[in-house]
């Protein structure tokens, strides 16, 4: 499997947007930061007035890169303008060095759902319009084979953290997608929402929510929308990380990390039996194998530590592993060389 990296300019312009756009919603903070603890986490707040009303806006998890871009809220809400050009220009320039940008159907999307906030309460895109925002977190090209796309665009939340983040979009995500002309899908048994089909072609949006035994539709309250529940989804959201889509320039999103993803296909490709889900699998499999070869490479000791995690978590999710890793050796192989 031949990789090529893009190159050290590009890498750079990459890593500056991305740096440029955290600073962007850093600069929205209206009040004072409120900070709230639960289950040993510390969570930020923007807290401000509207009339004779209290308001909280969530900011998120109190990391120390989180709180040291609001300690400068001020200084970055009076570069506004000179950043913007910047994030264009360095969009131009991410274009010109061969980055594969989001097609005007998703990065529409995206950018209505970053700003009614769905990214920031939580959402995390995942499947294949994820895996292609790799190109920027692991600095390689992808060709045409890696990115086919299903016409899929899927976003996953916790359940747990939708509850307890007290706070909701902006703007409701069924109305912004019948805006883009998707149709509500309801589920056949409950007619409950968690799906909508593009009603001029063939895109499908899904929201998906861990299982940890029951597969049901969930409430996602942040998200005001209902989520199927899958199982081994836990670990694939768990710590996700920010990128940028190249649409405009550029849409902030939360993508989970390329070694848990690269993991968690290996375990999905294993649930897909007979059928069109065959051609899925393989699919699963081939995306595993790309981001495995890289970060084998470059991130070793991420990607061990994904694969130890999930499978010191049971015999199933062993089974399910070895099952498709059985079925690529050259995988196998390099995995083992990580021990």
Do not use: C
Not at 9 to 34: F, M, P
Not at 239 to 248: D, K, N, S, T, V
Not at 274 to 285: L, N
Not at 299 to 324: H, K, M, N, T, Y
């Amino acid at each position: 499997m031949i990789i090529t990296s893009h190159s050290r300019a590009a890498q750079a312009a990459y890593q500056d947007l991305l740096r440029l756009h955290l600073e962007e919603t850093a600069s929205d903070l209206v009040g004072s930061i409120e900070e709230r603890s639960r289950n040993g986490r510390i969570y930020l707040y923007d807290k401000f007035r509207i009339g004779i009303e209290m308001k909280s806006r969530y900011l998120g998890e109190g990391t120390p890169e989180l709180r040291a871009r609001l300690a400068r809220s001020a200084e970055l809400k009076a570069q506004a303008e000179a950043r913007r050009k910047t994030m264009a220009r360095l969009a131009r320039v991410l274009r010109a060095e061969g980055f594969i940008g989001a097609d005007r159907d998703t990065g529409s999307l995206l950018l209505a759902f970053a700003r009614a906030g769905v990214f920031r309460l939580g959402g995390t895109l995942v499947g294949t319009a994820a895996y292609a925002l790799y190109q920027g977190e692991l600095g390689v090209r992808f060709h045409s084979e890696e990115l086919a796309q299903t016409g899929d665009i899927d976003f996953a939340s916790f359940e747990r953290l939708s509850v307890a983040l007290g706070d909701r979009v902006e703007e409701d995500p069924g109305e912004i997608l019948q805006a883009l002309k998707f149709d509500p899908v309801p589920g056949v048994e409950d007619r409950q929402v968690w799906k909508w089909r593009q009603n001029r072609g063939e895109a499908m949006v899904e929201f998906l929510t861990p299982a940890f035994g029951d597969e049901r539709v969930k409430p996602l309250p942040a998200l005001n929308v209902s989520a199927q529940a899958l199982n081994y989804l836990n670990f694939l959201i768990a710590e996700p990380i920010p990128a940028i889509a190249l649409y405009r320039s550029g849409v902030l999103v939360q993508i989970p990390r390329p070694e848990r993803f690269a993991i968690h296909k290996l375990i999905v490709a294993d649930r897909r039996r007979g059928g069109p889900d065959q051609a899925k699998a393989r699919k699963d499999r081939g995306q595993a194998a790309f981001l495995i070869s890289i970060l084998a490479e470059d991130r070793p000791d991420d990607l061990r530590e994904a694969f130890e995690d999930a499978l010191s978590r049971g015999p199933r999710w062993r089974q399910r592993l070895e099952s498709s890793l059985t079925r690529r050796p050259d995988i196998a192989g390099i995995l083992r060389k990580l021990e």
